[in-house]
């Protein structure tokens, strides 16, 4: 009947599987086409025209749907309901059109469905429409932005910022929140402050905690308690009083369930329960809805079908009752400002199959489906009804007031099924109180007061990170895993107990942009470009236009740059982040001289390695160097840079951070021996994990491992600058492990320098014979070539005449051949390298022989 193409082969299995025998199911794989990396991708001269290459893993794909269309000549398009997925469907009529497998006859349709269930797909292939092209357009402007930005904008970085790997529109302005929380909380200090708490008994014998409010008739604010002795005179105004009730307010309140997940909050609260990253909770979910267990799973819409919302009400009925049933049904408004971007919620497809009667083996999908299943049944019932109690205790003088609080659940309503994640836990307030009533005495068991530091703000997690992202709108669904995945990949952001850390890369990227391209990292500047994007998916503005506008001031911004030197670009850097890198020292002096030689000041540098280090200026007189972000806790020993781990038979072991990368040193740099001991940190090994003894592990490389049991000589372990090797003489066999080096034995470095080949070359080939001597000198032997055996003299070899055998030939034969090559190469014989004998004058090649100096095949 047809030809359905969808991305996946997944999917399509699923899908064939509802229509049956009559379809010619294919997947394609993603997107058959991008544009090459290379200039002129994006013509910005001729109206923006854009060349696309068929990738080479999608030629076979193409070709199987291009095969199938010759027996079947109806093409339907069953990508994905989104911008990427309709991307998809123009690409192949395109690609599919270039190579003449569609004809002018060839009926094409689209079609789309939320979910791959049989009654979806088969209602939506009974409402075939176009290629919507208005998101291709809005997909074409931003595959042609990107481009424009990461293609003209990496290399500028390539050029003025050695190390750095790449930019782009929306990647670099998602670094910058990153880098800047981790300026803020460099910057940031600790205030300190106080509360004071009193545990007490009500007359009928229940006790509780309130808080200090107000003292001396005054109200407290945060930092009115600041010291230990203000505590302390809290605490005495505390017990020298004698308290009782003053007021008991109890008021009746509500809790709403959350919407249904949508793409950004499925994300977030996937990181918040189970810690799983955005683009593997994407691919999880993606799993999960080829599979045809619930919708389309990158949307930005929070609204559900009728069908799907009283499918939900039934199952609410059925397992908890009537009572958890509202009147009428939740109705969410969808977020999204295109309508045409935006879908369905992320639901399941089926509201009566619970997560225990999901069949999945896969953990991560049951978790994940558990997570949309009671979310989705959470956001059509009943609110959860509270009494929220507020207790006043003060003294009669007035001078001295606390209060208590908390709640009670009246009626859990969906809180029975499902509750938000830690942003929505109720902390302090969600503990119930006893029994009281105005006037009530209350009894003094304890007073304490509790020292408290303000924190910095908290770094971000990927699920905080896109919540801020959609904040801002920057970027949408389809793009954030892919972000934050990026800048991870680049190494300019690390995570670390699922927070994400600027690294030194990343900083010195995101100053650079800010000072040179400021305009494109504006957060409101991204914002409203993703706006005028979704006016084009709209059909409200033409792309074109979009780029237009874009490139004319971002070129110029490129041009700006051209005749700016790297040492410039690193002076901006360093007085931008000046009041970071050099903050100010306790004894007041210059917190730019160098502490070991006190005559040098200290800049910024960057090492090849595409980190950053702090430096002084009298290199190499003085070696002195630091982190970015400073000395680590502990350093006070130090007499020179770097972190002391230790000493070692009298010497200090240091980390240190140089300019290709951290490295372990022994002893310090002096004028009689400029360069101690070292040994840089092998791939793997972070910065944290050394310590003296693995510090003194890599200072005592190479490592012997005893002598080679057919010839004696010796056996080391090591570390090169192509990784892990065993050595014996000259020949060189790597390591698949780094820690391996440290533990291998003579049977296993024997085995593996067997069986690997030497590093630099084969190993050197055994002669057939040996000849003996030159009258000019150097050894004359037979060897085995791969055109036949032939005679070796130094640097030339004379292929032996067919007629000759290896093992008859003669000395005399031998010296005869080689001369004879020596003189028809045009060369000159080898240097004599001992004095030169007579030669007889039979020894001159005979005309008969001649034949035998041909040159080897």
């Known amino acids: 009947m047809a030809v359905v193409v969808v991305e996946s082969p997944a999917k ?11 379809y010619t199911v294919l997947a394609s794989y993603g997107h058959v086409r991008d544009l090459p990396p290379k200039d002129g991708s994006v013509d910005t001269e001729h109206d923006f025209e854009m060349s ?9 794909h193409l070709k199987a749907i291009s095969d199938a269309l010759k027996l079947d000549n109806e093409l339907i398009l069953a990508t994905d309901p989104d911008r990427e997925g309709e991307a998809i469907s123009w690409h192949l009529t395109e690609a599919l059109a270039k190579s003449r497998a569609l004809k002018k006859d060839t009926p094409v349709r689209r079609v789309v469905f939320n979910a791959i269930t049989k009654s979806a797909v088969t209602e939506a292939m009974k409402n075939p429409r176009d290629v919507d092209m208005p998101l291709v357009h809005a997909y074409l402007a931003r595959r042609a932005l990107d481009y424009l930005v990461g293609f003209n904008l990496s290399p500028v970085l390539w050029r003025k910022l050695p190390g750095s790997k790449s930019a782009g529109r929306v990647q670099s302005v998602c670094l910058r929140l990153i880098v800047e929380r981790e300026m803020e909380i460099e910057a940031f200090r600790a205030q300190e402050y106080w509360t004071v708490s009193a545990a007490l008994g009500t007359p009928r014998g229940q006790d509780f905690t309130a808080k200090l409010v107000s003292l001396a008739g005054k109200k407290l604010d945060k930092f009115d308690i600041a010291t230990s002795e203000a505590a302390e005179l809290a605490v005495q105004a505390v017990r ?5 009730v003053t007021s008991v307010e109890a008021k009746p309140a509500s809790r709403n369930p959350s919407a249904p997940f949508m793409t950004s909050t499925l994300q977030q609260e996937a990181s918040r329960k189970f810690g799983m990253g955005a683009k593997h909770c994407m691919s999880t979910a993606q799993r ?4 045809g267990h619930i919708t389309y799973m990158r949307t930005d819409g929070i609204d559900m079908a009728p069908e799907a919302v009283m499918a939900a009400r039934d199952v609410i009925k059925d397992r908890y009752g009537a009572e958890y049933v509202p009147k009428s049904p939740r109705m969410y408004k969808n977020k999204a400002k295109n309508a045409q971007e935006a879908h369905e919620c992320i639901r399941p497809t089926d509201m009566a199959v619970s997560p225990d009667k999901l069949k999945i083996s896969d953990t991560d999908q049951r978790k994940l489906y558990d997570l949309i299943w009671k979310r989705t ?25 606390l209060r208590a609080t908390g709640q009670v659940v009246l009626f859990d309503g969906f809180l029975k099924v499902y509750e938000e994640g830690r942003d929505d836990v109720i902390d302090d307030d969600d503990k119930r109180l006893p029994q009281m009533a105005a006037g009530d005495a209350m009894v003094k068991h304890n007073v304490t007061p509790e020292q408290h530091f303000t924190q910095p703000p908290p770094r971000y997690t990927e699920a905080t990170l896109v919540k801020r992202m959609e904040e801002l709108g920057i970027g949408r669904p389809s793009t954030y895993a892919s972000i934050v995945t990026t800048i991870q990949d680049r190494g300019y952001v690390t995570k670390d107990k699922n927070r994400l850390i600027a690294q030194d890369k990343g900083r010195l990227v995101t100053i650079f942009l800010v000072n ?6 504006e957060y409101d500047f991204t914002a409203e470009l993703e706006g005028q994007l979704d006016d084009v998916s709209s059909g409200d503005r033409d792309y074109k236009d979009v780029l237009a506008r874009f490139w004319r001031d971002f070129s110029a911004a490129i041009a700006e740059t051209s005749e700016l030197r790297i040492t410039e670009v690193l002076e901006k850097i360093d007085e931008v982040l000046a009041p970071h890198l050099y903050p100010p020292r306790e004894d007041g002096t210059d917190p730019r001289a160098c502490p070991k030689c006190g005559a040098g000041r200290l800049n910024l540098k960057t090492a090849r390695s595409g980190g950053a280090f702090i430096g002084c200026n009298n290199y190499p007189d003085c070696r002195y160097t630091r982190p970015l972000a400073g000395e680590d806790e502990g350093n006070a020993e130090l007499s020179g840079d770097g972190k002391l781990l230790g000493h070692d038979n009298g010497d200090p072991i240091s980390l240190r951070t140089g300019r290709f990368g951290p490295y372990v040193q022994r002893g310090e740099a002096t004028k009689e021996d400029p360069k101690p001991p070292r040994a840089s940190l092998p791939k793997g090994w972070e910065v944290d994990s050394i310590d003296l003894d693995r510090a003194l592990m890599l200072l005592s490389l190479p490592r012997p491992i005893g002598p080679h049991p057919e010839d004696g000589e010796l056996i080391e372990a090591g570390i090169g600058r192509y990784g892990p090797f065993v050595k014996h003489g000259k020949k060189y ?36 014979k040996e000849l003996g001597a030159h009258p000019d000198g150097g050894d004359l032997a037979v060897m085995k070539g791969r055109y036949g055996p032939y005679v070796k003299w130094d640097k030339v070899n004379a292929t032996l005449p067919k007629d000759m055998a290896p093992e008859d030939i003669t000395l005399e034969q031998a010296i005869e051949l080689v001369n004879a090559k020596a003189a028809t190469k045009g060369k000159k014989k080898p240097a004599a390298k001992k004095p030169a004998a007579k030669k007889p004058a039979a020894k001159k090649p005979a005309a008969k022989k001649k034949p035998a100096a041909k040159p080897a095949k």
């Not at 020298?240 to 009782?244: F, G, K, Q, W």
């Not at 040179?516 to 990292?521: I, Q």
């Open 288 to 291: 999960l809805y080829e599979a």
């Open 240 to 244: 020298s009083r004698d308290l009782a």
């Open 52 to 60: 696309w290459e068929v990738a080479s893993d999608s030629r076979k």
């Open 733 to 768: 066999a790597n390591l698949p492990e780094v820690d391996e080096v440290f533990t291998i034995g003579m049977n296993r470095a024997v085995e593996v320098l067997a069986s690997k080949p030497i590093r630099g070359g084969a190993a050197a080939a055994e002669p057939l």
């Open 377 to 401: 049944i959470a956001g059509q019932m009943e609110a959860a009804r509270l009494e929220r109690t507020t207790v006043e205790i003060g003294s009669k003088d007035g001078q001295v007031g």
């Open 12 to 22: 399509a299995k699923t899908i064939n599987k509802y229509l049956g025998p009559g």
């Open 516 to 521: 040179y391209f400021g305009r494109y990292l």
